[in-house]
């Protein structure tokens, strides 16, 4: 009794170290399918991902297409009888969307639903689950071969909507217009949704043309998350398959290093009571290099919460900040230093700020804010466990970077890293762009 004991207690430290991790299940014509196991749920999920290198040509087309093929299939021809169709399946959640990550685009739609185990007998929900995404994705409702003029038109004018409604949100507005500054000559330039001139450029018949070498030449990821049995894997592999694709876009997740001659210096004028200053910085640090976690734990330090120095210096001391931060950009390799002020101390505010890494570079780091932040990046990284599409997105990152990290082994990287490990990286933190968000008075 006490060998089968400690049988089953070793079976589950040992489904408890898989959990969470993708295991690559299948790879064909450009399409690679993983599957995550994770037992806590009650719900899984399928996620397909589409990826595509940004480009000003294809961001607004690919921002608009998901919001277009989700409008209906041959099957389901209005997004009311998808939804009716969702309810019936014990409430399943649909969605898609676009986003980046460094300088490529990314498209994802996805589907959660609750586990078969607890529906009842032979609701195979998964199968089913499965079908309509790939109907929404493959199958679209047409009218004479092409989307529908009116699906079109809607969804170009919400996509509008939501690209003028970025400045509703001041601080993260800032941050990204200071990253876009930085790199106005560089893919990572371009919003995810593209812009709304080239939306305003596109019709049926070239979102259309645009749809077909979507389909046969992006490449493809799809994670499959839950618990699900590997047969019932295997027969949606085959539906996967059935895809007609032609050569597949060579789509690589790159990064060059942009000397820096000159500070870029930007001001923009909006009507605004308080100025939100951001410094941006070329970290010379990308997430396959070794030292990225040195990086890690010199942002957290920097401006990773209250325990931080421009918290506690910009903010309580000097009581200058509404708010202050940094942020990693960790596809790009770059750094941002945002904070919340009264638009005439930004020089005060900017020495200060400037002074908190001058600080870091001299190795003047205090026991209480080293270990606080590598208590702070650890409860992150466990926090992602906690969510579904959030463990899909860490899988897809580690698949884009080509690294091969584990929740586990981040943890592990962290707490290894030393004091002198921080001073290092920050020696090649370069200045690149201070962008200033500014009153019209101003």
Do not use: W
Request: charged share 30%; with cysteine; glycine share 4%.
């Amino acid at each position: 009794m006490e060998i089968i004991k400690k049988i089953e207690r070793k079976d589950e430290m040992v489904r408890n170290l898989l959990e969470d991790r993708a295991e690559l299940f299948a790879s064909q014509n450009g399409i690679e399918v993983y599957r995550v196991p994770m037992e806590k749920f009650k719900t899984n999920t399928i996620n397909i991902f589409f990826l595509d290198n940004l480009s000003r040509e294809n961001a607004a087309k690919n921002a608009l297409l998901p919001a277009v093929l989700r409008r209906g299939t041959e099957k389901f021809p209005t997004f009311q009888e998808i939804a009716l169709y969702l309810e019936e399946l014990y409430g399943a959640a649909f969605d898609c969307g676009v986003s980046k990550k460094g300088e490529l685009q990314v498209i994802q739609f996805y589907v959660e639903y609750v586990s078969d185990r607890y529906t009842l007998e032979k609701s195979n929900l998964f199968e089913k689950t499965f079908d309509l995404l790939l109907d929404i994705i493959t199958k679209p409702v047409l009218t004479n071969g092409l989307f529908k003029n009116e699906y079109i038109d809607q969804e170009r004018e919400n996509l509008k909507k939501l690209i003028e409604s970025r400045v509703n949100d001041k601080v993260q507005y800032a941050v990204e217009k200071c990253f876009e500054e930085m790199c106005s000559d560089e893919p990572f330039g371009i919003h995810e949704y593209g812009s709304i001139k080239d939306l305003e450029g596109i019709d049926a018949k070239s979102l259309f043309e645009h749809y077909r070498s979507f389909l046969e030449n992006l490449p493809v990821k799809v994670y499959i998350t839950g618990d699900v049995e590997e047969g019932r894997i295997s027969e949606v592999i085959k539906k996967l398959l059935q895809m007609k694709r032609g050569k597949i876009k060579d789509v690589r997740f790159n990064h060059k290093n942009k000397e820096i001659k000159d500070v870029n210096q930007v001001v923009e004028k909006m009507n605004i009571n308080q100025g939100k200053l951001c410094l941006g910085f070329r970290t010379g640090t990308m997430p396959q290099d070794n030292d990225y976690y040195h990086l890690l734990v010199y942002n957290t330090i920097l401006g990773g919460g209250m325990h931080s120095k421009l918290f506690q210096n910009v903010r309580e001391k000097a009581s200058l900040a509404y708010y202050a931060f940094a942020r990693l950009e960790k596809f790009k390799g770059l750094l941002v230093m945002s904070s919340g002020i009264e638009t005439q101390n930004k020089e005060k505010a900017m020495n200060i700020m400037l002074e908190q890494m001058e600080e870091i570079k001299k190795g003047n780091i205090s026991d209480s804010e080293f270990d606080s932040s590598v208590k702070v990046i650890e409860t992150g990284i466990k926090s992602l466990k906690d969510s579904q599409l959030q463990v899909v997105d860490f899988n897809l990152s580690q698949s884009i970077t080509d690294t091969n990290d584990n929740f586990d082994s981040i943890i592990e990287k962290v707490k290894k890293v030393s004091k002198q490990d921080v001073v290092n990286v920050s020696k090649k933190i370069v200045l690149d762009t201070v962008y200033f968000l500014t009153s019209k008075d101003a």
